[in-house]
């Protein structure tokens, strides 16, 4: 059983919906990531939150530290949002990574 | 946050060969980590890299086949040796920093051996 599960695997909307990706961990952490990948392979940083809410732009990352549970949601999705989502929390001073989400806005 | 530039992007190299992969950081950072993505795999990874000392393997990856160097504390290579077709991967340096995201990646090498 992977630590750092995500969900869902793939997802599609249409252009402006309301989009959740939901992450789950097994172990206490200390924070955990939001990381995007775009089909070149390239990786941004988005969030590291280790408690409540962060915002950025359309962005918002959620956890529950209680429930080990973290959600990021984007508002008014656009087709630029189309990307891998990937969480990542460190573990033994390594991050662990879920297997991601594959985001397609339809326009 | 730091700022990585990862080269090369992508290359397609013949089995047997060999492929170096650089990164080069803005700044001093200390440890390095090089990871593997296999094709609609999540990221594992190989090794991490500390200046000065010889870099720390993951179980599953030897030095022999991935010989990585550290010679500062801003630059490290990674290099995959006698290429098979199952090392057809995204390569991704990350360094820990303390800007605020915690870890900053590198753009990635698309790795296809043929």
């Known amino acids: 059983k992977n630590e750092v599960e995500q969900s869902p695997q793939n997802l599609t909307a249409q252009e402006g919906e309301f989009i959740t990706i939901n992450c789950s961990y097994s172990?206490?952490?200390?924070?955990l990531h939001w990381l995007q990948q775009h089909p070149g392979g390239g990786i941004v940083s988005l969030f590291m939150?280790?408690?409540g809410k962060k915002k950025h732009g359309r962005l918002i990352a959620t956890i529950n530290i209680q429930e080990k549970h973290s959600s990021l949601h984007i508002t008014a999705s656009h087709p630029r949002d189309s990307a891998v989502y990937i969480c990542?929390?460190?573990?033994?001073?390594?991050?662990?990574f879920g297997t991601g989400t594959r985001l397609t806005i339809i326009p | 946050s730091a700022v990585i530039s990862q080269k090369p992007s992508r290359d397609i190299c013949q089995r047997g060969t060999s492929l170096t992969i650089q990164c080069q950081v803005d700044?001093?950072?200390?440890?390095m980590f090089w990871y593997r993505q296999q094709p609609g795999q999540s990221l594992t990874l190989i090794a991490t890299?500390?200046?000065?000392?010889?870099?720390?393997?993951e179980s599953g990856f030897v030095i022999d086949k991935f010989p990585i160097s550290r010679p500062n504390l801003t630059f490290s290579t990674l290099t995959v040796s006698n290429m098979s077709p199952e090392d057809s991967s995204i390569y991704l340096c990350?360094?820990?920093?303390?800007?605020?995201?915690?870890?900053?990646f590198g753009s990635g090498t698309r790795l296809t051996v043929v």
């Open positions: 939150l280790s408690s």
């Open positions: 890299a500390n200046q000065g000392s010889e870099a720390t393997y």
């Open positions: 700044s001093q950072v200390t440890m």
């Open positions: 172990v206490g952490i200390s924070a």
């Open positions: 990350s360094v820990r920093d303390i800007g605020l995201y915690g870890y900053t």
């Open positions: 990542a929390a460190p573990l033994n001073e390594k991050l662990t």
